[in-house]
């Protein structure tokens, strides 16, 4: 009978090996590494979004941008534009992740944004969230 | 004790010192980093190596040619080289 294989990231298996190091860089060690490849996905998207397009040497059109629109009027089509383009962003740089939804919720009276992202990686059953505060 | 290590000295820009950055951390840290996709943290800071890099070795560079005399660009080394040549050349103003 068959059933839902489940996918393991080798690297998961191993307590020793690390993927990469958590944001931000603030731990005892400065580094703090992380053993998951969940993990890692949700530092990368973190580091992606705070980059902003042209801040990377040698890499200029890395980066998510999302700081420029701090200073933008809120309207509803602004709001719905910053969802496609964090969604063709997030296709174009992180192929192998899985967009569940992309909420953006606005606060007026606080002059902030929230951006939360949900998705899974396909085949191994990891479903995260990530959610960004710009204030 | 020194710890010997196979470094490559024969890269000079860009995007030699990262993926030389990137092959020494495969193989003399295989344990202690593993994600070296572009989005990564890590790759962040090798990016920034590879940059310093980079402009320290088109400084390098420059400096190396300013030395010799079918070579030189400032119009200071040309002067000076060609003194030691024997040459004594006036300024015209």
Known sequence: ?135 | MAINRNISYLNKDFSDFRSELINFSQTYFPNTYTDFSNASPGIMFMEQASYVGDVLSFYLDTQVQETFLQYAKQSNNLYELAYMFGINLKLQV
Do not use: C, H, W
């Open chain 1, 1 to 135: 009978m068959a059933f839902g294989a489940r996918r393991v990231f080798p690297k998961d298996l191993q307590p020793r090996v690390a993927i990469g190091f958590n944001l931000p860089i603030n731990g005892d060690a400065v580094f703090t590494p992380n053993y998951q490849t969940k993990d890692a996905i949700k530092n990368n998207l973190i580091n992606y979004f705070l980059t902003n397009p042209g801040e990377r040497p040698g890499n200029p059109e890395f980066g998510g941008g999302l700081r420029e629109f701090i200073f933008t009027q809120m309207q509803n089509n602004n709001i719905e534009y910053l969802k496609d383009d964090i969604q063709t962003k997030i296709e174009q740089e992180f192929g192998k992740i899985n967009l569940l939804s992309i909420d953006v919720l606005s606060q007026l009276d606080n002059n902030s944004i929230i951006v939360q992202i949900k998705y899974n990686i396909p085949n191994t059953g990891v479903n995260d969230e990530l959610e960004l505060n710009f204030s």
